[in-house]
């Protein structure tokens, strides 16, 4: 299989790129990360669910730039160092926990939309901190079997774990767009209505996940097949999914998303207005002052 001089440099570019992207990943998501402390995040059971996800985008964005440097090294039969080695083995557990943790967001909203009555009493702090010690436990152990079993780096054992993200979401996404559809038929779905807000969130957050993950799922799905990518004489899987190029691409869509992650509950007002005061002192008190016109009692 014959590669072009643009495959062959692109992997060189996708260092810049996500060196650069993985630096505004860690940025965003460490300020994102401080406004949830400011406001007392870990207080409620969705703010301690996205600051999970906050420290998964942080740490993956750091991870990275490393990781490509490591898929360089491969592609151009250079010797990588054992930390390289290891870092592109350990980024498959951020990898597999960030959007497991996106899924439990996804879900606690859907619950709060279909049976609010009981949202609290499903949706607690024992809950939400079993499931994302699930994600992050299965994500260890993803990352165990990717880094010493010697299958495992033949994708053998990739199928599932690529796909399972997908139908979950795909089920995700079904659920929210028939709670939307059923909120228009009823009549209840207006501009200001919280129901339908949080839907369309649902859906957004869905879509962002087809668009940054579908293309590392495609790229796998076309590696894992026994013998197609080593044999294939089609320039259309060749230059999509084989090319020297197509693994570093995948992997800066991914970091994309975790850049949507701290983007999206940046925007929330109350996160963005304790970024804006983030020097402030006792700045959860006088947020709580403000929010029930109470007088602040100071010690």
Partial sequence: MVFTNIEEEY???????????????????????VGYCKCHGWKKPSGLTVMNLLAADLINGVLAPL???????LLHKVKAPNLFRTIFFLQGLFIWASPMIIIILNVSRLIAILNPFRY????????SGFLLTLAWLSGIVNCFFKRYLTEYSKYKYYVPGVLFHLILNVIIFGLALYTLMVLKTSGEESRNDPRARATKTVIIVSIAYF???GYYIYVNIVWMIPGLAQNTENPWLIFTAIGKWSLSLAHL?????SLFNGVMFGLQSNIRLAIENIWVRNYYRSALQREYNQPLITQ
């Fill in 253 to 257: 869509f991914l970091l994309m998303n």
């Fill in 11 to 33: 992997s060189g570019i996708a260092i810049v790129l996500e060196l650069t992207i993985g630096t505004m990943v860690c940025c965003i998501s460490l300020l994102v990360f």
């Fill in 120 to 127: 609290t009493s499903i949706v607690t702090h024992r809950t």
């Fill in 211 to 213: 668009l940054t993950y």
């Fill in 67 to 73: 990781q490509v440097a490591y898929i360089h090294c």
